[in-house]
């Protein structure tokens, strides 16, 4: 067990719905990433918060957002859902996030798009 | 599991027998070079991880070997257990991005 903890752990929607998907961090740690695994895409890095506010951003479509909240729980919000959304994410958290520090994952939350 | 239908390289072992697991990575400035391994139904867990200005580190039982000249990375596993059966994923990291960026990953088998 990492730590971090992700709900839900299942989540079945209909294309143009939204979704919340919400982690909390290890004890501890101030930053959180957020990760989508795909069949054909592999594992891809969304977003990183530090402390509250966003630190780095990669192939994060704009129908997504996410934000880390005072207590340092994350949301990642999916707007629009498409059949193509359909994946596993994974929220991971380290101790800080501006030098190397390691990330625990969570154990992911399954999203099926109809 | 969440690889399913991903045409990932698979590795077959004998139980007992060594397992070396590539990777080739894509960014010369990348700082540090992790290796996951993630089971079925779980989020990736870390095994190992080596600064770019090192060319080897050795954990329990695993290895990890940098060569930065054909920016190659290996995990070398002794002794390989049915435990250690799970897709493998390389990633590698450029601290002033801090962002992950992980290799297609290698699914490795482990017979008793």
């Known amino acids: 067990d990492s730590g971090v903890t992700q709900t839900p752990k299942h989540l079945i929607t209909a294309t143009g719905q939204r979704v919340t998907l919400r982690c909390s961090p290890r004890?501890?740690?101030?930053?959180v990433y957020w990760y989508q695994q795909s069949l054909d895409q592999g594992l891809q890095f969304l977003i990183q918060?530090?402390?509250?506010?966003?630190?780095a951003k990669g192939n994060i479509l704009e129908r997504f957002s996410a934000q880390q909240f005072p207590d340092l729980h994350s949301e990642l919000n999916l707007s629009s859902l498409e059949l193509g959304d359909s994946a596993l994410y994974f929220c991971?958290?380290?101790?800080?996030?501006?030098?190397?520090?390691?990330?625990?994952f969570g154990p992911g939350t399954r999203l099926t798009v109809l | 599991g969440e690889n399913v239908g991903l045409h990932l390289p698979t590795l077959s072992v004998q139980e007992g027998d060594n397992s070396i697991i590539n990777c080739a990575y894509s960014?010369?400035?990348?700082?540090?070079f992790i290796w996951y391994k993630q089971e079925s139904g779980k989020g990736p867990q870390f095994i190992i991880d080596?600064?770019?200005?090192?060319d080897k580190r050795q954990g329990q039982r695993v290895t990890v070997l940098l060569n930065k000249t054909v920016k190659h990375l290996s995990l070398q596993i002794a002794a390989t257990q049915p435990g250690d059966s799970a897709v493998y994923f390389c990633?590698?990291?450029?601290?002033?991005?801090?962002?992950?960026?992980f290799g297609t990953g290698t699914r490795l088998l482990v017979s008793p």
């Open positions: 080596i600064r770019s200005n090192m």
């Open positions: 918060y530090y402390n509250g506010e966003e630190r």
């Open positions: 991971a958290s380290s101790v800080e996030g501006r030098t190397y520090n390691e990330q625990f």
């Open positions: 960014n010369s400035a990348s700082d540090y």
């Open positions: 004890s501890g740690d101030l930053s």
């Open positions: 990633a590698e990291l450029n601290t002033g991005f801090q962002k992950l960026v």
